[in-house]
């Protein structure tokens, strides 16, 4: 996670099936500067939605953060 204008300390991703309603699979906190590795279990999953919990920690008129799934890989 890559913070712009220093206003966010974390922020916690929920990877859900189908939108932002479904069923979360997977929730992760990352602290500013972190890149972490992770796995995640998708058998029968056909879509993912990624959600960044961050908007509701900081006010509306900051930079956004910029984050990356980098080098995903399918078993």
């Not at 602290?31 to 879509?47: L, M, R, V, Y």
């Not at 920690?57 to 080098?71: G, L, Q, R």
Request: with cysteine; net charge negative; hydrophobic share 35%.
């Amino acid at each position: 996670m890559e913070d712009v204008d220093g206003a966010t300390d974390e922020v916690i991703i929920k990877i859900r099936e189908d939108d932002c309603q479904g069923k979360v699979l997977k929730e992760i906190t990352i602290k500013k500067g972190e890149s972490i590795p992770f796995e995640i279990d998708i058998p029968q999953i056909k879509t993912l939605y990624i959600q960044n919990l961050v908007s509701d920690h900081v006010p509306k008129s900051t930079n956004p953060d910029k984050m990356m799934i980098a080098e995903p890989y399918f078993k």
